[in-house]
T-cell receptor
Framework: GAGVSQSPRYKVTKRGQDVALRCDPI?????LYWYRQALGQGPEFLTY????????KSGLPNDRFSAERPEGSISTLTIQRTEQRDSAMYRC????????????FGSGTRLTVV | QQPVQSPQAVILREGEDAVINCSSS?????VHWYRQKHGEAPVFLMI?????EQKGHDKISASFNEKKQQSSLYLTASQLSYSGTYFC?????????????FGTGTKLQVIP
């Protein structure tokens, strides 16, 4: 696609429910990243995929958070048993191979846990 | 470790210049610069790889001082469209992918 597409745009969920956030990167971008951005703060790294391989998950806060990218394209970030502290903007970014390119971020999913 | 940006906020009149600084306590591989307008996604401006290069396009340029582990973003003859929050992002590794740690941002407002 022309840009990085994320859905849903907004998600309100009750504490304890599971949520799945979807990211469709730019076609041909093998690198896919998930970040979390609190209001007024810079994005915070969560995890990285190279094609379908999750090569870095060091930023996932705890084992309630998981991510997958089974066919090397669309990725899903899942949060189980959501807590209020999980409320934030979740952004996906993709980039082409190589070190000279920055990220293209998606519009994000605003998650609110009530 | 999160890079430190300064200033935290700045207000400019159209046509004025500004400098935003980004510093790290760790050795850097590269520095990214992004601009984020309110309610929108961050947009990539440029990347500087270690080597002390300077880059720029239009009236926005940046430098990277590898020895001091610092980068500066220069905005000249500012326009209203330059308003937004600027984030520097730092990479500390060359593991074949970009793992960027973002600073807390500098809020820039350009007024007529």
């Amino acid at each position: 696609g022309a840009g990085v597409s994320q859905s849903p745009r907004y998600k309100v969920t009750k504490r304890g429910q599971d949520v799945a956030l979807r990211c469709d990167p730019i076609s041909g971008h093998v690198s896919l990243y998930w970040y979390r951005q609190a209001l007024g703060q810079g994005p915070e790294f969560l995890t990285y995929f190279n094609y379908e391989a999750q090569q870095d998950k060091s930023g996932l806060p705890n084992d309630r958070f998981s991510a997958e990218r089974p066919e090397g394209s669309i990725s899903t970030l899942t949060i189980q048993r959501t807590e209020q502290r999980d409320s934030a903007m979740y952004r996906c970014a993709s980039s082409p191979p190589g070190s000279n390119y920055g990220y293209t971020f998606g519009s994000g999913t605003r998650l609110t846990v009530v | 470790q999160q890079p430190v940006q300064s200033p935290q906020a700045v207000i400019l009149r159209e046509g004025e210049d500004a400098v935003i600084n980004c510093s790290s306590s760790k050795a850097l591989y590269s520095v990214h610069w992004y601009r984020q307008k309110h309610g929108e996604a961050p947009v990539f401006l440029m990347i500087l790889l270690k080597g002390g290069e300077q880059k720029g396009h239009d009236k926005i340029s940046a430098s990277f001082n590898e020895k001091k582990q610092q980068s500066s973003l220069y905005l000249t003859a500012s326009q209203l469209s330059y308003s937004g929050t600027y984030f520097c992002g730092t990479e500390y590794q060359t593991g074949g992918y970009q793992k960027v740690t973002f600073g807390t941002g500098t809020k820039l407002q350009v007024i007529p």
